[in-house]
């Protein structure tokens, strides 16, 4: 069974500060990993994916996340925070059952950006 | 080229009322998915359909929840009767399909939800 953990329901930083989202996951096979980003009253947005690749995935606005088998980690960092950013991110891990992709998300994480 | 619509945006009803929720995928997306977020939780599958058939429905409620998806393109999900803990955020994606096309992954694209209130 696939399972993902965010830890911290919340993380508040700056702006201009180091973003650091965690995200450790659970998998009996090689997993494919996700981020997602959901502003308020919206759908969420596919911010970037690992797919067995490199294990150093960019994706849009500036995130980018590395892939840690060893510690089954897949943390999102961005160096710079811009209040734009502030929103709830979701984890998310798929071992590809089935041949079908359907991810399980992890519980959210709020990211505050101050002024 | 539009996005994942849902309708309606909110919803208040009574507990024991029947409710439904609308949604139209994205252009020749064949898959089609119903995810009910929970308030600070992710979201959640509910039902997956391929084209017409629901693959992967195993966590529908089935004594209370339906959905169909006549000629496989719109949606529908139905609750009847709703049950305070029905309350959430009920999000449609769609996708070209569940797996892979030429090695690489489809993405899921969401609508922005439906919030259902239950009283």
Avoid at chain 2, 25 to 39: C, E, K, V
Avoid at chain 2, 71 to 95: F, H, M, N, R, W
């Amino acid at each position: 069974a696939q399972s993902v953990t965010q830890l911290g329901s919340h993380v508040s930083v700056s702006e201009g500060a180091l973003v650091l989202l965690r995200c450790n996951y659970s998998s009996s096979v090689p997993p494919y990993l996700f981020w997602y980003v959901q502003y308020p009253n919206q759908g969420l947005q596919l911010l970037l994916k690992y797919t067995s690749a490199a294990t150093l995935v960019k994706g849009i606005n500036g995130f980018e996340a590395e892939f840690k088998k060893s510690e089954t980690s897949f943390h999102l960092t961005k160096p710079s925070a811009h209040m734009s950013d502030a929103a709830e991110y979701f984890c998310a891990v798929s071992d590809a059952s089935g041949g079908s992709y359907i991810p399980t998300f992890g519980r959210g994480t709020s990211l505050i950006v101050h002024p | 080229e539009a996005g994942v619509v849902q309708s309606p945006r909110y919803k208040i009803i009574e507990k024991k009322q029947p409710v439904a929720f609308w949604c139209n995928p994205i252009s020749g997306h064949n898959t089609l998915y119903w995810y009910r977020q929970n308030l600070g939780q992710g979201p959640e599958l509910l039902i997956r359909y391929e084209n017409e058939e629901a693959v992967d429905d195993s966590q529908l409620p089935k004594d209370r929840f339906s959905a169909e998806r006549l000629k496989g393109v719109d949606s529908t999900l139905k609750i009847q009767p709703a049950e305070l803990g029905d309350s959430a955020v009920y999000l449609c994606a769609s996708s070209l399909d569940a797996g892979t096309s030429g090695g690489d992954y489809n993405e899921q694209f969401f609508g922005p939800g439906t919030r259902l209130t239950v009283l």
